[in-house]
């Protein structure tokens, strides 16, 4: 069917008017139907209109297409010259079943100065619909006022309560704004209560808006969803991309504006959303990509993600954007910046606008893509809690705040970057894990750097550089490391602590040419990569069971301390060799050894010490000896068994005095005085110890010629002067006590092992007791001295040196 | 055939070698010493001290083989410790030592200052050998030693023995506590003590105050002397003191060489001169009979000790008295018990003595201890 107005000045010149519930175009089967109208109408004819399905009219198909072209006329001052209008009381254009829907509609009134010359306006429900899956709809639609027209509104596609409505056939809709220089000239603007675009089932909708306006044009949106109208699909993608007009000195042409009532562009089910915002010409001040000033009005309800392209951004309300699934926000134009808080990039995501966005819990939040620009993070957002990936194909600069973790929930924050990655600020976790990967190199081509100058807590997350080399320059601690970094190297700047397991998945850690910063680390050792130790130490220090291996390593100086006990499970993989090549320490503590094990008992681990070592409170198994390697003598350890030549457990000696002062006080002719003190030694030397004392007897400190005489077997016998000792709970006088046997035999040498009976040789080394195998012993030394009527008076006094010696 | 003949002959060698010999061996195992000791003068921290090391060698030392000693624990030797700080016994057998090996001798060297190496000269040393290193001042043998080795840190030391010496290598490690103080001061008092008692009796006893001697009517033919001939008491003095440099006694009189003076006229008195007493001949003084004690030596002090003495002597030799004292008795310096003496009061008269019967005199008896 063709139609065309009438060449009138006066109003209503359609093409085609089909009005009244009576009034039906319509075919069955497959018989499609093709409706070409032109609305007529010269000078300032008002309201000429292409086609006008009016008052319950009806075009339909079942399975044919249907197709109809509608173009307004008009002229001059006329406005409202449509290119196609669906209006009022189920007033449709719809088919029935498979087949496809095309309308096209364009304003009129080229070059005139009317307005409201819409391409395709809406306003019933179900203008252009269809009612079965198969089948899709396109409705093409260009505002007019086109050329040197200076009219408003001229919007591409217009619902106004009106609706276009797919049951799960693809949507493609289409809407350009008039290129008038006045303003409003939207690509598709849906709008008021029932002013929708919508589909059902997995049905998508691919929207694609341009806004008009030229010269000083303003407020020129490709997409302008406002007063609670609706965009949406349910199982189908919803794709946007939209662009903002404008020209000259017009301000806010966005490309995506979405306003007022409960406006909305969203998916019901698992369709996603993928929403371009194209920010309009004239000032580039408030001609955002995407503005926002409703809640929700970008959101996915069951499990769709979100993505927004946009330059600029303007987000009014908390949960502007609102997905259930992922949300990804990232530049439409290449190498555009980004801010993650506070900076002046282009694409700037304030603090303030990181509240007003969320996304699924367990989903993650992209910021950028691969054709970023260089992003920045500075804010004190907690967008942290959940999921985050920074994306650029430029750096990453984290600076000024710390990037904090306070979810309940574990989280992973990704920083990607084709570029460098420099961290000034600390990341930090708490309540929960944050799970950390930084990644510099994430085009593989080995060009980002990595420079970390802040702590890095994952609260026992797990923390990995996955890519590009670099320094990590701060004693801050890490709880745990992963670095898999290729073929490049990270270099220290600074002792590097980890309090939780470092893992070298591959590439080089470097502790610095000349620098040999200190590497510590609390948990496991996993070395698959290249560790250079050069002249620095690596200490291995937490209570914690940990293992070493992942491959071979080299260590300069490896030291495995606690105060408590730890057990360290060393692999047993013939090639993951510790190689160490100045010093091996391992400092445990008595009954709490430091445990040198393998990962699987009775297999041996594999140590080559090349330099000196200094084991001390460890107790070793399966430990096997690479050739070349030094004796290591594991002094206090326990010999756990199977371990090869290079270890040796030759016996300890331990050997104490309880005092070092005895004070018999004034001696009396009547009564003995005495004193006494312990000795303990500890050994296991085969051939067990023997303490021997060295002094002279008490001497006169005032004439040195007094002395006491040394008693030899000798009770004690107030008034007649004597001084001696022994081992043994004495009854005369009450002094001393047996020896304490804690292991072995603690036998006694001649002359001290009888009670009541006192030795003492005096200037002559002399042994007092008599073990002969390994033990562990406490004796109490008791002294007795007597006085004569003539000892001199003075202060008499000797220094007596007991020597504990092992025979091993 | 001969292929298989020669493949049975070498795989029955190469058996057997390796049932000789093993296959596979890592490491071959070292030997160690035995009856491993380290005997310290010291073992307080950081001290010097003499060590003793006594090793039973599992295998001989050939020539030129080493010994190395290997100190840990910040053990010091001092960079002056040379050979002639070291003895060295085989056997109980002094080795010779030099800077340098040669022939039988053994070369010293301090190698670092936890490290010496010796070096055998060309005399093997044989198998099950006691061998005692000693280091330090007690290294007698040849020069003396001068130098010490300073312990190290509280804990333990450890002596690893290592070289060359022995096939397979003779190892060894020996261990040393090395705690904060070794020594146990033990130290008393005795206080000062000293008793002195006079008593004046014609026997040997204990009298009360006032200590008297009354002696009676002196005729010239008859001297009066103590004892029990003329009933007349002797004095005796008693002393114990464990003063170091003992206790001497002085006496002295009220009229010094007047002796006995007069109460009544007191320009009469019986003179007192030094020399033997004689019937007839005016004199008045003492002499000591006796000196005994317990424990330690009392003697008569010069010049008591010289002349006789006896009781009931009418010819004793006396000192003269003096009012500024003079020892009578000493301890020979040194702390004396049950010190005992027994002095005679002796006195005579001549013709020309004027009777009286108040004639008197007053003696005063100082003991003084030197402590």
Known sequence: MTGTGGASTGNTNYGIYIVGASAVFSNTGTGTIHITANGGGVTNSDSDYGLYVNTGAVISTVNGNLTVIGTGGGAGSGTTQLGVRVSTTSSTIKATGDGNISVTGTGG??????????????????????????????????????????????????????????????????????????????????????????????????????????????????????????????NGDLTIVS???????????????????????????????????IRGGGSTSNNYGLDIAVANAIQTTVSGNITVIVDTILLNEADDINSIGNLTIRPYTASTTIDVGTGSSTLQLTTAYLGNITWGTSSTLTIGGTGAGHVTINTTSTILNKNVTILTGGNITLQNTAFAHAGASAATLNLLAYGNITTTSAITASTSALTININADYDANASGAISIGAGVASNA????????????????????????????????????????????????????????????????????????????????????????????????????????????????????????????????????????????????????????????YADVKDGGCESGSISIYASTSINSGNNESCWSFAGSITFSLSSNSINLGTLSTGSASSGSHTLSAITNA???????????????????????PVY????????????????????????????????????????????????????????????????????????????????????????????????? | MFGKYFFRKFLSFFVIVSMFFGVTSNYVMAASVTSFSVLLTREKAATLTNMTVTFTLPAGIDADETIILTFNNSTSIPVGLDFTDIDMKDDAVELTLAAAPAASTWGVVRTSSTVLTFTNGDTPIGNTSVIEIQIGTHATAGTTGDQQITNGSVGITTLTLSGTMGNPDITGIASMPIIDDDQVTVTATVNQTMTFDLDTSVADGETATPYSVALGTITTTDTRVSGSTD?????????????????????????????????????????????????????YGLCVISVTQTTGTLAKASPYNAGTCATNSETNDIQALTTTGENILNTTSAPIAGAHAEISVNAAISGVTVAHSDYTDTLTFIATGTF
Request: net charge negative.
């Open chain 1, 109 to 234: 009134n080229a070059n005139g100065s009317g307005g409201s010359n819409y391409g395709v306006y809406c306003s019933v429900a179900n203008c252009i619909q269809k009612t079965t899956s198969t089948g899709t709809i396109t409705v093409t639609g260009t505002g007019g006022n086109n050329g040197t027209g200076s009219g408003a509104n001229n919007i591409g596609i217009y619902t106004n309560s009106g609706s276009i409505t797919g049951a799960g056939g693809a949507m493609t809709i289409n809407g350009t704004g008039g290129s008038s220089s006045g303003s409003s000239n939207d690509g598709i603007r849906v709008t008021a209560s029932g002013g929708a675009i919508t589909n059902t089932g997995s049905g998508t909708i691919s929207i694609t808006s341009v806004a008009g306006g030229d010269t000083n044009s303003s407020t020129n949106y490709g997409l302008f969803v406002q007063n609670a109208g609706v965009i949406s699909t349910v």
């Open chain 1, 243 to 277: 662009t903002g007009g404008g020209a000259g000195s017009g301000i806010n042409n966005f490309g995506v504006f979405v306003s007022g009532g409960a406006s909305t562009i969203k998916t019901t089910g698992s369709g996603n959303i993928s929403l371009t915002g």
């Open chain 1, 461 to 616: 997350g797990v923390i990995t550089i996955t890519g590009g080399g670099g320094t990590i320059s701060t004693t801050s601690a890490f709880d745990n490391l992963t670095i898999n970094i290729g073929s490049n190297t990270i270099t220290l700047g600074a002792a590097l602590n980890i309090t939780g397991g470092l893992t070298i998945s591959a590439g080089t850690l470097d502790v610095g040419n000349g620098l040999n910063y200190a590497v510590t680390v609390g948990g496991s050792w996993s070395n698959a990569g290249t560790f250079t130790a050069r002249a620095g130490t690596v200490t291995l220090n937490s209570a914690t069971t940990a293992t070493v291996g992942g491959g071979p390593t080299t260590f300069y100086n490896l030291t495995i301390t606690h105060t408590a006990a730890k057990e360290v499970n060393f692999s047993t993989n013939a090639l993951h060799i510790i190689h160490i090549t100045n010093i091996f320490t391992v400092t445990g503590s008595s009954g709490n050894e430091i445990k040198l094990y393998s990962t699987s008992a009775a297999t041996k681990w594999h140590i080559h010490p090349t330099g000196t070592s200094s084991v001390s």
């Open chain 1, 686 to 708: 085969a051939g067990g110890f023997a303490i021997s004392y060295l002094a002279t007897t008490l001497t006169n400190q005032q004439a040195g010629s007094y002395t006491i």
């Open chain 1, 712 to 808: 030899t077997s000798s009770a004690s016998s107030p008034g007649t002067a004597g001084f001696g000792i022994n081992l043994k709970d004495n009854a005369t006088p009450n002094v001393g006590a047996e020896p304490v046997v804690n292991s072995g035999t603690c036998g006694i040498a001649s002359g001290y092992g009888t009670a009541d009976a006192y030795t003492f040789v005096a200037s002559t080394s002399t042994t007092i007791t008599s073990v002969s195998a390994p033990a562990n012993c406490v004796y109490t030394a008791s002294y007795v001295t007597n006085i004569s009527s003539v000892t001199a008076a003075g202060n008499y006094s000797t220094t007596i040196t007991y020597i504990a010696t092992g025979t091993f």
């Open chain 2, 231 to 283: 009933s007349i008491n002797m004095i005796i003095a008693e002393l114990d003191t464990n003063a170091t440099g003992g206790a001497v006694v002085t006496v002295r009189n009220a009229n010094g060489s007047n002796g006995l003076v007069s109460t009544s006229v007191p320009a009469d008195n019986i003179g007192s001169a030094d020399g033997a007493m004689v019937d007839g001949t005016e004199n």
